[in-house]
């Protein structure tokens, strides 16, 4: 579920950096959240296992 949103966002992120400069900077913001909690769930989510 959490991969599925990183890639909407990088999807939506790169329509944003090429077509809408408007909300790129908006959605570049979501993206590099999206990478943070991500990482932060790859290593806290190993522990539990």
Same mark, same amino acid.
């Given at each position: 579920?959490?991969?599925?949103i990183a890639v909407i966002l990088l999807v939506?992120?790169?329509?944003?950096?090429?077509?809408?400069?408007?909300?790129?900077? /908006? @959605?570049?913001? %979501?993206?590099? *959240?999206? /990478? @943070?909690?991500? %990482?932060?769930? *790859?290593?806290?989510?190993?522990?539990?296992?």
């Amino acid at each position: 579920m959490l991969w599925t949103i990183a890639v909407i966002l990088l999807v939506l992120w790169l329509l944003g950096f090429f077509a809408f400069h408007v909300a790129g900077g /908006i @959605i570049h913001i %979501l993206l590099v *959240l999206a /990478i @943070i909690v991500g %990482l932060y769930q *790859l290593f806290v989510g190993r522990r539990g296992v």
